[in-house]
């Protein structure tokens, strides 16, 4: 008997971080639904995004494919920004609509291009808003009352309840939370107000062996995020300042993470209760991570592991294992070969990435690769297309963090990280001996051999994707 192409459930959150789920170690935050998909599937420990920007994670996830290759390098939206993403580069939901799936998209999509490959899409223009906000409904601007997070799933559940029960489907839905400002809904505006988040180790960095890493200030959020409370004190001593920061900014993002949980469980619901979960793949992740203190800053884009790891949850019971953990390197370059794998599709030579159907059953391939390449673009003038214009008015184009290009590898043990937009700079990490990044390493004569191959690994991915610029 053939087993029958599953449905896909696609899940994603904007900004949200591995650290911030149950399953994952946090003993905080509640999060019974996320961990609900860790306990019947699998829970990957090595997930990791390939450019720390929104636009860009979104696009490669849809495509399997790096920045330079499907067209998205930045997070670029000015009415003359020239990224696009390159409609000549397939999307796995164009292919499963032509391998006769329905396809559907609801919730937070910030591309500045029309989504296409949906046989429906409603989604935030831009960044959206938490309450009341806009949507755009296959062209037309319509307005919805209420609070973002429980409308995205409204939609997700009224496009299942209409779907043609004839044909699979694929859902994308995707939360704009918990991205800044971590708005929570109403209903959770008190909740963990009597926990004290604990601070990171890296919180009081001095970045004295980083040089980019110290001249990152606007990261540091008691700078950056004290215009977004109304209610701040005014009688704070600089550390009380900024550790009421770091309280307040953590604890409503645990707020609207709690929110994304019970309306994850809505959806998870009600495939139990319509017969769907058996024959369903069921992927959560975010398009990137996040800074929650660590290195006392906020935000994302550094190749530094809060940025860089995602969190990944995929559940599918007929090919599945229940209540594994995968601990091998995996991309978000994955995700387009993996739901293309389980729907029988064959990924076409633009998908850079690999299936992880093989991992979902807890089968290792022996040819498993041994590092992941991340490479982040935006303040990049010549990739951007502008030249000497940009040259000549610099700052019209940088973005509020300003942080140059760069980009790396990363092995089960160690990191290397070319700031390429700064000459010869370089930091190489050792994450065994130094989790938390704070000593670049990268001149140490003990660490000779490893940076030397780390090169020679670095030169090889960029080869292999085809990433020469």
Known sequence: ?????????????????????????????????????????????????????????????????????????????????????????????????????????????????????????CTHPGQGEYFDPVFIEMGTEIQKQGYATDITTDLALDYLERRNRDQPFCLVYQFKAPHRPFTPAPRH?????????????????????????????????????????????????????????????????????????????????????????????????????????????????????????????????????????????VANIDFAATILDSAGIDAPATVQGRSLCPLLEGRSPDDWRQSTYYAYYENSWALHGRGDEAMAEPYRYFTPHRIGPHRGVRTNRYKLIDYYGEGEYWEFFDLWEDPEELHNLYGNAEYAAQITALK??????????????
């Not at 604890?251 to 019970?262: K, N, P, Q, S």
């Not at 960029?462 to 990433?467: I, P, S, V, W």
């Open 1 to 121: 008997m053939s087993v029958p192409r599953p449905n896909i459930l696609y899940v994603m959150t904007d900004d949200h971080t591995e650290r911030e789920l149950g399953c994952y170690g946090n003993r905080i935050i509640s999060t019974p639904n996320m961990d609900r998909l860790a306990a019947e599937g699998t829970r990957f420990e090595n997930s990791f995004c390939t450019n720390a920007l929104c636009a860009p994670s979104r696009a490669t996830v849809l495509t399997g494919a790096y920045s330079h290759v499907h067209g998205i390098y930045g997070n670029s939206e000015e009415a003359d920004a020239v990224e696009t993403l390159d409609p000549e580069i397939p999307t796995f939901p164009e292919l499963l609509r032509q391998a006769g799936y329905q396809t559907g998209l609801v919730g937070k999509y910030h591309i500045r291009q029309a989504p296409r490959g949906f046989d429906y899409w």
């Open 189 to 329: 505006a008190e909740l963990y107000s009597d926990i004290q988040i604990p601070k990171p180790a890296s919180y009081d960095d001095d970045y004295a062996t980083r040089r980019i890493a110290a001249q990152a200030e606007d990261m540091r959020f008691e700078i950056s995020l004290a215009d977004d409370y109304d209610d701040l004190p005014a009688d704070l001593d600089p550390e009380e300042h900024r550790d009421w920061i770091y309280q307040r900014y953590t604890v409503d993002r645990y707020r609207a993470i709690t929110g994304v949980d019970e309306n994850l469980g809505r959806v998870l619901d009600y495939l139990d209760a319509a017969d769907l979960s058996e024959d369903t793949l069921v992927i959560y992740t975010s398009d990137h991570g996040y800074f929650l203190g660590e290195h006392g800053w906020y935000d994302k884009r550094f190749m530094y592991e809060p940025s860089l790891r995602i969190p990944l949850l995929a559940r599918y019971p007929r090919r599945g294992k229940a209540g594994h953990v995968a601990r091998e390197l």
């Open 456 to 469: 020679e690994d670095l030169g090889n991915r960029r080869r292999e994707y085809g990433d020469l610029t």
